[in-house]
């Protein structure tokens, strides 16, 4: 059962475009929402995350959108670069993460120049 | 400051074959845990440790033994390698009480044949 479900599985954007991934939760426990990003060969690292009690957080070209009601996030990268070409994986987790963190599948972006 | 270090970075065994995963962190981290990356299937639990001497199983353990006998070592062990343990294995490590960072090592590429 995958309780985090991400789309698309591949995006290619145009330099400069925005790119949105998406991701849907099902456990209404998950009160942490992180983004990873991962470039080949890699660990996953940190992008941006957000709890529920807000709809939205930005950080420089990065902007997690939260819908709680729908079960809902996305992320939003604006003005997209070529150096953006990763995996990005969405995740949740509940409870201080004690369990650990519930990941996507993740989605393969390209920019192109 | 290394952060979280992993050895192997590549392994081929042959089925049956045993073998273990290394990792260490430096930065007195008390979660420490285990994912495999598969193509398409994101990134899933297999263990995780809350501190030494207390491990717990994730989504997938079967197959995988760990142990947590220090605070910067948490090894994973197959003991009977088998061709579906082919992956990508990442280590992590967070303070226990903040879900905000966690960090990931540079992974251990693993081949059953």
């Known amino acids: 059962q995958q309780q985090v479900k991400q789309s698309p599985q591949s995006l290619i954007v145009q330099k400069g475009g925005i790119s949105i991934i998406n991701c849907a939760y099902e456990?209404?426990?998950?009160?942490?929402f992180p983004w990873y990003q991962q470039f080949p060969g890699k660990g996953p690292a940190l992008l941006i995350a957000?709890?529920?009690?807000?709809s939205e957080k930005k950080e420089g070209r990065f902007t997690i959108s939260f819908n709680k009601s729908a079960k809902q996030f996305s992320l939003h990268i604006m003005d997209s670069q070529p150096g953006d070409s990763a995996t990005y994986f969405c995740?949740?987790?509940?409870?201080?993460?004690?369990?650990?963190?519930?990941f996507g599948k993740g989605t393969h972006l390209i920019i192109q120049p | 400051n290394a952060g979280v270090t992993q050895t192997p970075k590549f392994q081929v065994l042959k089925t049956g074959q045993s073998m273990t995963l290394q990792c260490a962190q430096d930065?007195?981290?008390?979660?420490m845990s285990w994912y495999r990356q598969d193509p398409g299937m994101g990134l899933r639990l297999i263990h995780y440790?809350?501190?030494?001497?207390?491990?717990d199983q994730g989504e997938v353990p079967n197959g995988y033994n760990v142990s947590r006998s220090t605070t910067e070592d948490f090894p994973l062990r197959l003991l009977s390698a088998a061709p579906s343990q082919t992956s990508v294995y990442f280590c992590?490590?967070?303070?226990?009480?903040?879900?905000?960072?966690?960090?990931f090592g540079p992974g251990t590429r693993l081949t059953v044949l």
């Open positions: 930065m007195n981290h008390e979660y």
């Open positions: 992590a490590s967070r303070e226990m009480f903040s879900t905000d960072t966690q960090y």
């Open positions: 957000i709890r529920p009690d807000v």
């Open positions: 456990n209404t426990a998950f009160d942490y």
């Open positions: 440790s809350v501190g030494a001497g207390i491990t």
């Open positions: 995740a949740a987790s509940s409870g201080g993460g004690a369990d650990g963190l519930t």
